[in-house]
């Protein structure tokens, strides 16, 4: 599991990757790996996205 947090009050978390490629507490930047998908086991990634600690809608990510 790879959990960021960004502008203090969003975190993304994602599950599902083959491979992390990162650390814990390592600052990432825009474009940086942070891991690989299993080819071999046709894995799924499960992203979510959260504000103050609540799931946002999906529906919502687009508006503005």
Excluded: C, N, W
Excluded at 5 to 31: A, I
Aim: hydrophobic content about 35%; glycine content about 14%.
């Amino acid at each position: 599991m790879v959990i960021i947090g960004f502008q203090k009050k969003h975190t993304v978390l994602m599950t599902g990757l083959g491979k992390v490629t990162t650390e814990t507490g390592k600052y990432v930047s825009v474009g940086d790996p942070i891991g690989q998908m299993d080819a071999a086991k046709k894995g799924y990634l499960y992203l979510e996205m959260r504000q103050d600690g609540t799931t946002i809608k999906p529906e919502i990510l687009g508006a503005e």
